[in-house]
Each structure stands twice: as structure tokens, then as C-alpha cells.
T-cell receptor
Framework: TQLLEQSPQFLSIQEGENLTVYCNSS?????LQWYRQEPGEGPVLLVT?????EVKKLKRLTFQFGDARKDSSLHITAAQPGDTGLYLC?????????????FGTGTRLKVLA | GAVVSQHPSWVICKSGTSVKIECRSL??????MFWYRQFPKQSLMLMAT?????????EQGVEKDKFLINHASLTLSTLTVTSAHPEDSSFYIC????????????FGNGTRLTVT
């Protein structure tokens, strides 16, 4: 079983639409990261959420950490073709902070012009 | 900002040969680097933790004799895929973080390995 399940796995939408990606687990984490990865490149950190219930905004992207720190969501408003990519959530499962990140199953987003 | 460089970005090799992939932290020192493997349309899977000056620690199911890791300096870790076979074809990504507290992980741009 996967430690971090993301949904949906794939999403194809038209430019201007809104979307939400979910990252769920049965475990509690001290923090959670969201990354975006483009083909042929490494993942790029978008945000780190730390506090239960925390909401962070990055332009048209809104990230929320669940109150119980078991899940997170990423909402994109008015999606643009430049948002296309693989979105990954990640956690460090060790409480001591080993940085041995475990990645979610991924959500592949395609935004059509 | 902090940059992690991987080389080569892509490599094609024949079955049975060995391939070395380099991961360098360009403007910071890293006692620990991480190696990931990513199959097409899948997520990243942690393979091993590279420790400067000591042996790497491997995740369950990863063959240490197959994937040799050397972390000889604070800015360089290498992953050698020995006796490569077509099933080793994959996208390999390294990451590193600076020594200062709360430093984030930085990822390289990955190496696409194709074994023919």
C-alpha cells in the first residue's frame, strides 16, 4: 500500500478551469511538501506546509494542510497551459527529520489552450 | 540559489556495461544526498541515501551491488549501475540539502538511462 495516495491520477482540463488535487494518508506528518515536475526534469519545490489547517497561496495555487496533518490539497484557479506537469506531494516519514522523502503517487495535469 | 547538477542528462548503453551518474551540489556542501528512480508516468521511488565518508544505506529491495554509490566529497555523489540490463532503464534523480538547519532538499534534473 502507498503511504501517500494522490487523486486524481490524471487530469485534462481546458485553460481557465479550476481544479483540486488531493494527497491522502492514514499517517500523521510534521510537514508536507508539494512539487511540480516537468518531463525530463527533476521536481521543483512549490511549498511546504507545517501546521494543521494551514493555508498557503502561491499566485493561483492554494495549498492546504489538513487539520489532522494527514492530508493536503492543492487548488489551482484559472489553470493555464504552463501549469501542465506532474504534481507530487512528499513527506519525511521519520519524526527525526531524515529527509528521506516519500513521494505520493502523483497527479499528471494537462491544461489545454 | 542552491543548485544540484546531474551528469549526464541522458545516456544509452549496451546490456552488460556499467554506467556512472554524477550528482554535484554546486554552491553548498551536502553530507547526505539521495538517489531516486522514476519509471515512466510514475512517481519517484527512493533508492538509497548517500553518506559522505561512509557507506550508503539502501531502501528495501534495492540491490547494493547493482547500484554502487560513492560519496567521496561534500559536493559529489556518484551512482554506478553495474552490468546494466534493459530493466534498469529508467530516470534517475538525485537530491541534496545544505548542512544548515531547515535547508530544503534540492533536486537535480535527472539522468535518463536507456539500456539496449
Amino acid at each position: 500500500t502507498q503511504l501517500l495516495e494522490q487523486s486524481p491520477q490524471f487530469l485534462s482540463i481546458q485553460e481557465g478551469e479550476n481544479l483540486t488535487v488531493y494527497c491522502n494518508s492514514s499517517s500523521v506528518f510534521s510537514s508536507l511538501q508539494w512539487y511540480r515536475q516537468e518531463p525530463g526534469e527533476g521536481p521543483v519545490l512549490l511549498v511546504t506546509v507545517v501546521t494543521g489547517g494551514e493555508v498557503k497561496k502561491l499566485k493561483r495555487l492554494t495549498f492546504q494542510f489538513g487539520d489532522a496533518r494527514k492530508d493536503s490539497s492543492l487548488h489551482i484557479t484559472a489553470a493555464q497551459p504552463g501549469d501542465t506537469g506532474l504534481y507530487l506531494c512528499a513527506v519525511d516519514p521519520a519524526t527525526s527529520g531524515t529527509y528521506k522523502y516519500i513521494f505520493g503517487t502523483g497527479t499528471r495535469l494537462k491544461v489545454l489552450a | 540559489g542552491a543548485v544540484v547538477s546531474q551528469h549526464p542528462s541522458w545516456v544509452i548503453c549496451k546490456s552488460g556495461t556499467s554506467v556512472k551518474i554524477e550528482c554535484r551540489s554546486l554552491d553548498f556542501q551536502a553530507t547526505t544526498m539521495f538517489w531516486y528512480r522514476q519509471f515512466p508516468k510514475q512517481s519517484l521511488m527512493l533508492m538509497a541515501t548517500s553518506n559522505e565518508g561512509s557507506k550508503a544505506t539502501y531502501e528495501q529491495g534495492v540491490e547494493k551491488d547493482k547500484f554502487l554509490i560513492n560519496h567521496a566529497s561534500l559536493t559529489l555523489s556518484t551512482l554506478t549501475v553495474t552490468s546494466a540490463h534493459p530493466e534498469d532503464s529508467s530516470f534517475y534523480i538525485c537530491s541534496a540539502r545544505a548542512l544548515t538547519a531547515d535547508s530544503p532538499l534540492h533536486f537535480g534534473n535527472g539522468t535518463r538511462l536507456t539500456v539496449t
